[in-house]
């Protein structure tokens, strides 16, 4: 059965900590994602990558990188962690090559920043 | 650009009901649509998908028909039970693309 897996459940940091958000899929999909989730607002963009090395700015990149070295791993960084960055994080994977493949999706990391 | 708007919630209903959650949706081109399901304390899963105008989805007792006329793709269950409650978001896959906009979701209480 396809997994996502999240490093961490739960986290908590404190303001100005540089943050790895981790999440390895064992679907060998070429396509990689990290959403943030907050309330009223849905699942927004913050990267993608469609292949190793690549990647790929979403709706809200700002304060985030990412790293994907190799295929089945896509990590998200806070170099510079802030109380807004206060969230529930989403890691999801989908295949390439068809164009209305789902995603699927980790449990999510609930990330406090104090 | 192309955008989800869903009804907002919470929606409460007792065991048995009848379950609409409104969906439409913007989009220049021909995308697919998507309903995800989040079950309390996990990720989202794909609970039904629909690929062009006129198509139903439908999976476990739901069911969306993808309306292009009105933009629309409404998900529904003649009756629902308290593992039911979730949140509900409809999604839609850009043409072409592999990008996923997602709505802000129906959080859905079910009584027994």
């Known amino acids: 059965d396809v997994k996502v897996t999240q490093s961490s459940r739960y986290l908590v940091k404190r303001t100005g900590e540089k943050v790895f958000l981790e999440c390895v899929q064992d679907?060998?999909?070429?396509?990689m994602f990290w959403y943030r989730q907050d309330p009223g607002l849905g699942l927004r963009l913050i990267y993608f990558?469609?292949?190793?090395?690549?990647?790929e700015k979403g709706d809200i990149p700002e304060g985030y990188s990412v790293s994907r070295e190799k295929k089945e791993r896509f990590s998200l960084i806070l170099e510079s962690a802030s109380t807004n960055q206060t969230s529930m994080y989403l890691c999801?994977?989908?295949?390439?090559?068809?164009?209305?493949?789902?995603?699927?999706f980790g449990d999510g990391t609930r990330l406090s920043i104090l | 650009g192309n955008s989800v708007t869903q009804m907002e919630g919470p929606v409460t209903l007792s065991e048995e009901a009848f379950l609409t959650i409104n969906c439409t949706y913007t989009?220049?081109?021909?995308?697919?649509l998507f309903w995800y399901v989040q079950y309390p304390g996990e990720g989202l899963q794909l609970l039904l998908k629909?690929?062009?105008?006129?198509d139903k989805g439908s999976n476990k007792g739901f069911e969306a028909t993808y309306r292009k006329e009105t933009t629309s793709f409404h998900l529904e269950k003649g009756s629902v039970q308290v593992s039911d409650s979730a949140v509900y978001f409809c999604?839609?896959?850009?043409?072409?693309?592999?990008?996923?906009?997602f709505g802000a979701g129906t959080r859905l209480f079910v009584k027994a």
């Open positions: 999801a994977s989908s295949l390439a090559g068809v164009w209305n493949q789902p995603q699927h």
């Open positions: 679907m060998d999909h070429e396509n």
């Open positions: 990558s469609y292949d190793v090395k690549m990647k």
């Open positions: 989009a220049t081109g021909y995308p697919s």
């Open positions: 629909a690929t062009k105008a006129d």
């Open positions: 999604a839609l896959s850009e043409d072409g693309g592999f990008k996923t906009i």
